[in-house]
């Protein structure tokens, strides 16, 4: 089935340092999406890439989907500690989403 | 509020017991999944729906039962053939075109006492 790789599993930061986790898959993906969790929260959706090479931006968030399409990333700029969890993406398998194993984000004060 | 409501937010389950977790919502999603989460891991399948009366195993069925008699409902039994029980249980749905993700509920934590 399909699966996806995300690195980091952890990284700790200092408040105010960048911060980008990376998705990556052997097949062409046809679109992904990222999640955040928060600390004993739930999943919350953040975005979803389509395009080949498309570039999305919120805020302090910048999302990338790679030219083949078999490849993405979140970057996060000037980290804040209101950005503390762990980050998912995910991408759609028959009829249903499949995670990546996440990045957890800790950002220290 | 649209959403997706899960009950109870904890259970405690004795050895051998089935007990069943309760998924509703009201955002007139099609489809529904269940999800199973252990500490500091990602998320696995464990059933899905995309329309009432019918659904299919996901990756870690095993143990598990579902029904989808309503739209709005979906809850999970863990019977005592779950060996290894203990986790946080999430629900999610989804509507049709996407580019708006899933939904998630707010979990149940079940542990076998």
């Known amino acids: 089935g399909q699966q996806v790789m995300q690195i980091p599993q952890y990284q700790h930061v200092q408040e105010g340092e960048d911060f980008t986790t990376y998705c990556n898959s052997s097949?062409?993906?046809?679109?992904i999406q990222w999640y955040k969790q928060r600390p004993g929260g739930h999943p919350v959706f953040l975005i979803q890439l389509v395009k080949s090479g498309e570039v999305k931006k919120q805020k302090r968030l910048t999302f990338q989907f790679g030219e083949a399409k078999k490849n993405s990333s979140l970057h996060i700029t000037a980290t804040q500690t209101t950005d503390v969890g762990t980050y998912f993406c995910?991408?759609?398998?028959?009829?249903?989403?499949?995670f990546g194993t996440g990045t957890r984000l800790l950002v220290s004060p | 509020d649209g959403g997706i409501t899960q009950s109870p937010k904890y259970l405690f389950r004795k050895e051998g017991q089935n007990v069943t977790l309760s998924c509703e919502q009201n955002?007139?999603?099609?489809?529904m999944y269940w999800y199973r989460q252990d500490p500091g891991q990602g998320l696995r399948l464990i059933y899905y729906s995309q329309i009432v009366n019918d659904f299919q195993k996901g990756d870690i069925a095993e143990g598990y039962s579902v029904s989808r008699e309503k739209k709005e409902s979906f809850p999970l039994t863990v019977t005592s053939a779950q060996k290894n029980p203990t986790a946080f249980y999430l629900c999610a749905s989804s509507g049709q075109g996407g580019g708006y993700g899933y939904t998630f509920g707010s979990g149940t934590r079940l542990t076998v006492v």
């Open positions: 995910a991408v759609t398998g028959f009829q249903k989403l499949v």
């Open positions: 955002l007139n999603h099609d489809a």
């Open positions: 097949t062409t993906l046809s679109n």
